[in-house]
């Protein structure tokens, strides 16, 4: 009995195209690149008429059918004006520090959202479109440039750990990076992290679950005064989460009504020294909303311009906060 012919669209001896393969793992340098280089590379199932899938032979309608099913487990994210709008100023954002010269402080952003609302999605297709761009003015492949040891990573995403620790969180940093720790202590940890992001050119860091922190544990506050310890490296530092504003991380800030920034107060002087101009005497922290959304619409309702109408009774909330 002859082999029968191959499937429509599955040449011989290659796998069927719509399988998974390994999910790469985005808190790795290794996992966010093959994730940037493959976001889009899905090929959806083709559009067949009920005469033509009727005409198929059984095999050929199963491996259809399961092409339909990985079509409908990858659907594309569909823009909205939301996260356009969250995308764009991102991106901007991103762009004018990444060209900074000076060591001074970055601003950075915070993403506050509903879950499951994209906020995540938005972010992370926003910095691979940047690492892509800013990978091709340098006209480089992602990978180590000759004559040194590190790779170039504009763009480092981690989540932060569940009951965090200032160590922990520095242990999630280094992990993306691939930076041994093994043994260290927390200021090790930190001067390793600072070194790390000086040594591989990262522009951006994005630090996914930021609401982890409830501020109740002394931990949490002590991730907090890590992560601003963070803003004086040279990236856009990134926080996102759910709730921000309710989560008590603006606690100690109040809102100035004149310019729409939080304010906070200087960092205390651990070391009680005498002189203002001491690290941590006269150091303070901004943070400003610059746009909050929350737009319901039901079928038949006007919606603001630009907005796309939804399903009814269907919520989009963000807020963007930016830190100076």
């Known amino acids: 009995m002859g082999a029968s012919a191959p499937e429509a669209g599955h040449p011989a001896g290659s796998p069927v195209s719509f399988l998974p393969g390994p999910v790469p793992d985005r808190e790795t340098w290794e996992g966010w690149t093959r994730w940037r280089l493959t976001r889009r590379d899905f090929v959806p199932a083709p559009v067949v008429s009920a005469a033509e899938h009727a005409g198929m032979t059984a ?25 356009a ?9 991103v762009e004018v520090n990444a060209f900074c010269r000076g060591p001074d402080t970055r601003p950075g952003l915070m993403v506050n959202g509903g879950g499951c609302q994209g906020k995540t999605e938005t972010v992370c297709e926003a910095l691979a479109g940047f690492e892509d761009e800013w990978l091709a003015l340098h006209d480089q492949v992602p990978g180590a440039v ?3 040891l590190d790779h170039h990573v504009p763009v480092a995403y981690v989540r932060t ?21 093994k043994g260290m202590r927390l200021e090790d940890l930190v001067r390793t992290v600072k070194s790390a992001v000086f040594d591989h050119g990262t522009k951006a860091l994005a630090i996914d679950d930021i609401t ?15 992560i601003r310890e963070l803003m004086g490296l040279p990236v856009t530092l990134i926080l996102v989460g759910v709730g921000i504003p309710k989560s008590g991380l603006l606690r100690d800030g109040r809102r100035a009504p004149r310019t729409g920034q939080w304010l906070f107060p200087p960092v205390k002087d651990r070391g009680k020294s005498p002189n203002d101009d001491a690290p941590g005497c006269a150091r303070s922290f901004r943070m400003r909303m610059t746009a909050s959304f929350a737009v319901r619409m039901s079928e038949g309702e006007e919606g603001p311009a630009g907005v796309s109408r939804r399903g009814p009774g269907v919520r989009a909330g963000a807020v963007v906060l930016s830190l100076t």
């Open 85 to 93: 709008w969250v995308s764009r100023k991102l991106r901007s954002l």
């Open 59 to 83: 095999r050929q309608r199963r491996l259809h059918d399961l092409s339909r099913v990985a079509t409908h487990s990858n659907l594309i994210i569909q823009e909205t004006p939301m996260s």
């Open 146 to 148: 000759a004559g040194t």
């Open 212 to 226: 982890r922190l409830k501020m109740h544990r002394e931990a949490d506050q002590d991730v907090l005064d890590l």
């Open 161 to 181: 750990p569940v009951k965090a620790t200032p160590i922990s969180a520095c242990q999630r940093i280094l992990d993306f990076y691939g930076e041994p720790y």
